[in-house]
């Protein structure tokens, strides 16, 4: 199929456990690419193919899958909840031109809800809202749909009514056509019937169906005007219209119910992703960007007849080889072909091009504008890298990634596997640019960074058992900062001439700290060519190298500003590199006096209690340095805010669990760095200084 107006790629994406896996799987049931429905929990879902999800019940990376209903192609992707794993939803939402946000029914707005539904702005994604999980004790449909509105600022456009509730949710009212789903206990998502609305709920529906007419109609002015004037009710084909249109402009989301674990409500989810989400040339084009990404104001037009645009947004190596998952936006690609990677400047030629269905691969010759296609053989293409044709080379805005928060020192257990590591490792990390590895220069270590402990856990796991590299695994460490908080003014001279070349370099400066989040700061205000305007660049390398490594105990430096303000130079003896290497001596010379501080990483922490465990946990998270910022309470539970220093939440799940008779629930996401304690800034930088002494 080749029809793009019949395109629809999409990804489905929610907080942890909310159903997206099962609700996948019912797709690609009731759509008919497989015949036999796995579950989650007994490791046998498509989508969940990793060995460390079977075991785990959790998605860890995104997988791709394609299917047909109605003649529609859909190209849709299954993402992970888990907040380690965020950076899989963010490049898949990237590349996507439609969302199913997942929501659970009683759990409702959760901490990744909330993360995702910003990646999905952010990318101004036009989404469908599935509340699930409405057969489980305490959930509530409405209630959910006001979180949506109250938590996520987000407008739902409720398109059905729950008919019953938790053991008793048995369908569907659909507000469009006025009719029940009313599925049977079969448990089998086919087996439905669609009837008249239960007499309980008319008036409900009438209330509803009616906000949701005056909603619709505001999208044309025609049947706004009938509605308004004549009292005329739109066809349904006209709503279905109006709702599209709004859908698509991102003015509402079109709101189901329905359980997908019970099989029920999976196809109005369906008709919904054909009806109300964009096909690919119903999006705005990518935007090209030049060296310095800026937007060129050329546009990636979704027209497979136009050049080459497209995104490399996914490697993942598995038993067959590296495979390229890839976006195209224009043009089209066939085995064979030479493709410009204009990151790295290279041509790669295309060897194999896939359609992928979870972890198998289904050959294709070719693929165009539209496609979300995985390729095989490429060489030195990475995550957000552009590929175009050679002729009209453009690039795509680029993939932003975030810092890791914590690492853990790693050590192969022999010298065979010591061999194994490097490649294994390397791999990993073209996989998953939220993993980085760094090798400590003193001691040798493998340095592994990441997420969280989670995200490292499993690094390890698939170290040892898919790459068969037995590792030592260190303490985890938590990735500080170090900052200053002082205004100092300070000089130095850097001369080195006793015979041979000389060297000169004299700098006077200000040191002090900038904005938070700014970074690194660097000013020149030399008048008079005191330190001539060609030095200058090597003053902030050297100074810019430097922050790597703070004064205090090496953690690399936040927000410093320098400005240069005067100096002094000699005609044959200054050169770039006096100024760098007086720049460095600079650095060492002042920071100290400028009041260091170490700063560490709080996290954005929200954990979820039963009622009786609340005071424990509260307790427990204020004994760790947290500041409780809120509660809300939900009918199965209580959800608390709070914020709390990384270094004092390792192994919480596992406190958390005994705490709450395995009932408690926590994720937590980078927030900010703050100034640690004078007490526990001591004990870490007498800790780091003894590790980095040890290495030596
Ligand atoms: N009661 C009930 N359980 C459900 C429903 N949907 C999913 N589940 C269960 O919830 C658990 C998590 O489901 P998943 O599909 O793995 O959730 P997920 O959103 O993919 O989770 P991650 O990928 O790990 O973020 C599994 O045990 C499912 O069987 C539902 O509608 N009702
Ligand atoms: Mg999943």
Not at 28 to 44: F, S
Not at 271 to 280: E, G, I, N, R
Not at 350 to 358: Q, Y
Request: glycine share 8%.
């Amino acid at each position: 199929m080749t029809d793009l107006s019949r395109y629809r790629n999409i990804g489905i994406f929610a907080h942890v456990d909310a159903g997206k896996t099962t609700t996948t799987e019912r797709i690609l049931n009731i759509t008919g690419k497989i015949h036999k429905i796995g579950e989650v929990h007994d490791g046998a879902a498509t989508t969940d193919f990793m060995e460390q999800e079977q075991e785990r019940g959790i998605t860890i990376q995104s997988a791709a899958t394609t299917a047909f209903w109605k003649d529609y192609r859909m190209n849709i992707i299954d993402t992970p909840g888990h907040v380690d794993f965020t950076i899989e939803v963010y490049r898949s939402l990237k590349v996507l031109d439609g969302g199913v946000g997942v929501f659970c029914g009683s759990g409702g707005v959760e901490p990744q809800s909330e993360t995702n539904w910003r990646y999905a702005n952010d990318s101004a994604v036009a989404r469908i809202i599935f509340i699930n999980k409405l057969d489980r004790l305490g959930a509530d449909f409405y209630r959910v749909v006001a979180q949506v509105e109250d938590v996520l600022g987000a407008h739902p456009l409720v398109m059905t009514l729950p008919i019953g509730t938790e053991d008793d949710f048995v369908g569907l009212v659909d507000l469009v056509t006025e009719k029940a789903y009313i599925w049977d206990d079969t448990n089998d998502p086919l087996n439905f019937e669609i009837t008249d609305i239960p007499a309980n709920l008319i008036d409900k529906t009438a209330e509803y169906r009616e906000s949701l007419i005056e909603t619709a109609v505001e999208q044309d002015e025609d049947i706004m005007m009938k509605y308004l004037e004549d009292g005329e009710e739109p066809s349904i084909e006209d709503l279905k219209k109006c709702i599209r249109k709004g859908t698509i402009a991102l003015d509402f989301f079109p709101t189901f119910g329905g359980s997908a674990f019970k099989n029920k409500g999976v196809q109005l989810i369906l008709d919904a992703v054909v009806d109300y989400l964009p096909s690919p040339t119903e999006v705005n084009p990518q935007p090209e960007v030049d060296i310095e990404g800026n937007e060129t104001g050329k546009y990636a037009i979704v027209d497979p007849d136009k050049p080459l645009r497209a995104l490399a947004f996914k490697i993942m190596d598995d038993r067959f080889g590296a495979l390229t998952f890839t976006r195209i936006y224009s043009g089209r690609i066939k085995k064979g072909d030479t493709v410009l990677n204009t990151f790295t400047g290279k041509n790669e030629r295309i060897g194999r091009i896939v359609e992928m269905h979870a972890d198998e691969r289904i050959e294709l010759d070719s693929a165009q504008a539209g496609d979300i296609v995985a390729l095989i053989g490429m060489k030195n293409t990475r995550t957000g890298h552009t590929l175009c044709d050679p002729k009209q080379p453009a690039t795509l805005e680029p993939m932003v990634f975030p810092d890791p928060v914590i690492y853990i020192a790693i050590s192969p257990k022999d010298k065979s596997a010591a061999e194994k590591m490097g490649l294994a490792i390397s791999k990993m990390v073209q996989e998953d640019p939220s993993f980085r590895v760094e090798t400590d220069e003193e001691s040798g270590e493998t340095i592994i960074m990441g997420m969280g402990e989670l995200h490292l856990d499993i690094k390890v796991d698939i170290l040892r058992r898919t790459h068969n590299v037995d590792v030592e695994v260190g303490k985890p460490l938590v990735a500080y900062r170090e900052s200053i908080t002082k205004r100092i003014e300070d000089s130095y001279t850097h001369k080195k001439q006793t015979g041979g070349s000389g060297q000169f370099a004299k700098i006077d400066y200000i040191l002090e700290p900038s904005e938070v989040g700014v970074g690194f700061e660097f000013v020149s205000k030399v008048t008079g060519g005191n330190v001539p305007r060609e030095f200058w660049p090597a003053v902030e390398k050297g100074f810019k190298k430097s922050l790597d490594e703070g004064p205090m105990a090496g953690f690399p430096c936040l927000d410093v500003k320098l400005t240069l303000t005067d100096g002094g130079f000699h005609a044959v003896d200054s050169s770039a590199i006096a100024y760098e290497i007086a720049a460095k001596a600079a650095y060492r010379q002042s920071m100290p006096k400028a009041g260091p501080q170490l700063m560490e990483p709080i996290m954005k922490v929200d954990v979820f209690t039963p009622d009786s465990h609340v005071g424990d946990v509260i307790g427990d998270l204020n004994r760790r340095r947290g500041m409780i910022l809120g509660q809300e309470a939900g009918p199965t539970g209580v959800r608390i805010k709070a914020e709390a220093p990384l270094s004092e939440m390792f192994g919480y799940i596992g406190d958390l669990r005994t705490m709450t008779s395995g009932r408690g629930q926590f994720s937590m996401e980078f927030s900010h760095y703050k100034a640690a304690p004078k007490n526990v800034a001591e004990e870490v930088i007498k800790e780091t200084l003894e590790r980095n002494a040890k290495k030596k």
